[in-house]
C-alpha cells in the first residue's frame, strides 16, 4: 500500500511539473495563446491611435440616422456617435451605413467600432454573436405602418390585416415579432423582405406591400418621409408589438471600450438630471460634489495607455449638450414647423423623474 501511495504522489508531482512548463519551439516569441473571444487590443486604444471613430449608423431614418442632402447626418443616434467621439478627444467620425443584414458582421471585422443603428438589444443578440450591448439610448416598440387606400375599409387596427402583404427588415426582430404576433392572433400574412429602409419604402409606395413593420420611430419617420403622391393615405395602427430597447453594441469582451461607450450615454442622462447644460457647464457650481465629479473625473474610465481626460464630460456637453439637448436636436429640428417628430414628454424616453424609463446609474 505505501509502494502504491508513493506511486501516486510520484504521478502527481510529475503532473504539476509537465503543467508548468513553456515548450520552447526555438525561438523567442510569446507562445501565451490570447483566450477565444477575447480583445487582446482595446477598441479605444486603436481608435485614438487612427485618430478617427468609425461609427456604424443608419442613413434613412428622419430623429435616429439620416443623411441630409448637403452631406451631414443627423439624429440621436448621431449625437451619440459625437459624445463618444468628443470624450475620447478625436475630432474626425467616419459614419458606415450599417443595415439590418450586415451591422454585426461590420462589428465583428472591424470595419466599424461601435454599432449606434436603432439596434434592439436581445439575447441572442447578447450571447450568440460577437457583441456586447451599452447605452439604451432610445426605448421603442414595433409598430405597423398601413396603406390605407389599399383596404375598402380602412383599418384601425392590426388585428383587422389578416391576409395583409408586409414589408419587413431582413435580419432585424421585426421578423421575429410580427410571425409571433401573427401566429398568436390566428392570422395569416405575406412577408416582403427588403435589405434596407430605401427598398421598403420603395415597396410600400409602388404598391408590393399594403403595410409596413418596423420600430415605432421609423415607422413614425418614415410615415412622414412618404411620396404622398404614390401613398396619399397611410396610418399607423395603435398596438406596440413588442419591446426594443435600441442599444449602442460594441465588440464582445472590449470592456474598456464598452465602458466608454456605456457611460458617455450615462453622463449625458446624468448632466440632464444636474440640470448641466452646454450653455451652462463652464459655470456649475463646483461645491456640488455630484458636479464636480462628473465635470472633473474621467472615473477610473479609459484604458492605461489611454485614460479619458477628468473633463471628459465637459468636451461631450460641448458637443452635443445632455440628453434633452440631443433629443431636441434630433427630434424637433427636423423642419421648420418647431413641432417635434416624437414627442419625449410621456413617453418611455422621458426622464425617470418625470415618469419615462431613461435612468442613469450613480456616476461617482
Known amino acids: 500500500m505505501k509502494q502504491i501511495y508513493a506511486l501516486i504522489v510520484m504521478l502527481m508531482m510529475a503532473s504539476v511539473a509537465f503543467t508548468g512548463c513553456v515548450s520552447d519551439d526555438g525561438d523567442d516569441t510569446d507562445d501565451t495563446v490570447d483566450p477565444v473571444g477575447t480583445e487582446s487590443t482595446s477598441t479605444l486604444d486603436t481608435v485614438i491611435a487612427r485618430g478617427s471613430l468609425k461609427c456604424g449608423v443608419k442613413d434613412s431614418q428622419y430623429g435616429m440616422g439620416y443623411l441630409e442632402a448637403d452631406g451631414t447626418y443627423t439624429g440621436l443616434d448621431i449625437e451619440y456617435c459625437k459624445a463618444v467621439a468628443a470624450a475620447i478627444g478625436v475630432d474626425t467620425i467616419e459614419y458606415v451605413l450599417a443595415t439590418g443584414s450586415n451591422r454585426f458582421e461590420l462589428l465583428a471585422s472591424e470595419e466599424i467600432d461601435v454599432l449606434i443603428r436603432t439596434t434592439t438589444w436581445t439575447t441572442s443578440r447578447d450571447a450568440d454573436l460577437n457583441a456586447d450591448f ?24 392590426a388585428l383587422e390585416l389578416d391576409g395583409a ?80 430597447p435600441l442599444a449602442a453594441a460594441t465588440r464582445d469582451n472590449d470592456d474598456d471600450w464598452n465602458d466608454v461607450v456605456t457611460w458617455v450615454w450615462f453622463g449625458m442622462l446624468t448632466a440632464e438630471e444636474l440640470g448641466i447644460t452646454s450653455a451652462n457647464y463652464a459655470d456649475a457650481n463646483m461645491s456640488i460634489p455630484a458636479n464636480d465629479r462628473l465635470l472633473n473625473n474621467n472615473l477610473g474610465l479609459g484604458t492605461e495607455a489611454n485614460p479619458l481626460s477628468a473633463t471628459w464630460m465637459q468636451s461631450v456637453l460641448a458637443a452635443v449638450g445632455n440628453y434633452e439637448e440631443a433629443y431636441t436636436e434630433s427630434f424637433c429640428t427636423f423642419d421648420s414647423s418647431g413641432d417635434c417628430l416624437i414627442d419625449r414628454a410621456g413617453s418611455q424616453n422621458a426622464p425617470y423623474w418625470e415618469g419615462g424609463l431613461q435612468y442613469a446609474p450613480p456616476m461617482r
Open 165 to 244: 402583404k408586409i414589408c419587413v427588415g431582413i435580419g432585424t426582430t421585426t421578423e421575429g415579432n410580427i410571425a409571433d404576433y401573427f401566429a398568436v392572433n390566428g392570422m395569416e400574412y405575406t412577408a416582403v423582405n427588403s435589405d434596407d429602409a430605401a427598398t421598403a419604402k420603395a415597396q410600400f409606395e409602388d404598391g408590393s406591400c399594403d403595410a409596413w413593420t418596423g420600430d415605432m420611430s421609423a415607422m413614425v419617420a418614415q410615415k412622414f418621409g412618404l411620396d404622398t403622391a404614390a401613398v396619399p393615405n397611410s396610418a399607423i395602427m395603435p398596438e406596440l408589438l413588442s419591446k426594443e
Open 134 to 157: 451599452a447605452g439604451i439610448n432610445f426605448y421603442d416598440g414595433q409598430g405597423i405602418l398601413v396603406n390605407t387606400d389599399a383596404y375598402a375599409t380602412a383599418p384601425t387596427s
